[in-house]
């Protein structure tokens, strides 16, 4: 039993956390078990729990030369916010842009949304809708084939919050 | 919701081979959030919102998106396309009641 004790609160959450990346990796198997479904992406985490579970504390550059986060700086409705993330990345086999993150740091449930993308995708460009809860930052983070972590940042204010609950 | 599911897809209407294409889908699904009771505390359920987005071209899966409940109702992607044969192009949106709904695209070249 004092083995269980000595795990640490860490080691605990990068097993649950590779789990969960797993569980996604595998997600075509569509009649996994719910709870594995919902554990998927988790929920009710800190922004930064998600960022250690998703990347396992590797660095993250700074990638504004390449990145272009186009979201809005005020949004009123913060139930509907249209979010659109572009690269500027070569898509050839050898080197592609992976995937593509997008992260609300306020939302009790940080991670809106992974992207995969193929080279067959022929540019770097996704958009989408997302909530916010409040009033925070939006991280678009790109993970590269060779592994590159880029992160941009942008800070937006919500008139009236979108996530409920 | 009598329309929950149905999948609105809109690809330029004049497309040339090797052209890199954008294309906007739109999926009508209330995309349910956590709810909490009195004390704060969330309402275990299984919430019914889309976890899945998949897109194929020619047979092949070029784009995912894995999404939570953050996501906004009626949920809009957008996302591109290397369009280099004729074929379908199509657009499968899974939720977590095992819903799936699927539009299809014709891409073709004039």
């Known amino acids: 039993m004092t ?18 990346v797993a569980a996604v990796g595998g997600g075509l198997v569509a009649v996994a078990p719910k709870m594995a479904q919902a554990q998927a992406l988790r929920q009710n985490e800190s922004v930064e729990d998600a960022m250690r579970r998703l990347f396992g504390g590797k660095a993250i550059k700074g990638g504004s030369a390449a990145i272009k986060l186009d979201v809005a700086l005020i949004a009123e409705n913060g139930a509907v916010v249209p979010v659109s993330v572009s690269v500027e990345s070569p898509m050839t086999p050898a ?7 997008v992260v609300a740091d306020k939302n ?8 995969t993308l193929e080279p067959e995708a022929g540019r770097a460009f996704i958009g989408a809708n997302i909530r916010l809860g409040e009033s925070g930052d939006v991280r678009a983070i790109v993970e590269q084939s060779d592994g590159t972590l880029l992160q941009v940042k942008r800070e937006v204010k919500v008139t009236v ?3 409920g609950g | 919701m009598a329309d929950i599911g149905k999948v609105r897809l809109r690809v330029p209407s004049s497309i040339k081979p090797g052209d890199v294409v954008q294309v906007r889908s739109l999926v009508i699904h209330p995309m ?34 894995d999404t939570t409940q953050n996501v906004a109702e009626n949920p809009f992607f957008s996302f591109t396309f290397k369009a280099t044969d004729p074929g379908p192009l199509k657009v499968q949106f899974l939720d977590t009641t095992g819903g ?8 073709k070249f004039l």
């Open chain 1, 108 to 115: 009790r449930i940080p991670v809106v949304t992974r992207v």
């Open chain 2, 32 to 65: 349910e959030r956590i709810e909490r009771d009195a004390q704060g505390k969330i309402i275990q359920r299984n919430y019914n919102y889309i976890n899945k987005v998949i897109v194929t071209y020619l047979g092949k899966t070029v784009v995912t998106f």
């Open chain 1, 161 to 163: 919050g979108g996530c």
């Open chain 2, 100 to 107: 799936r709904y699927e539009g299809t695209a014709d891409i």
């Open chain 1, 3 to 20: 083995d269980g004790h000595l795990m640490s609160r860490r080691a605990v959450l990068q097993a649950l956390g590779a789990f969960g």
């Open chain 1, 95 to 101: 080197s592609y842009v992976k995937h593509i993150y």
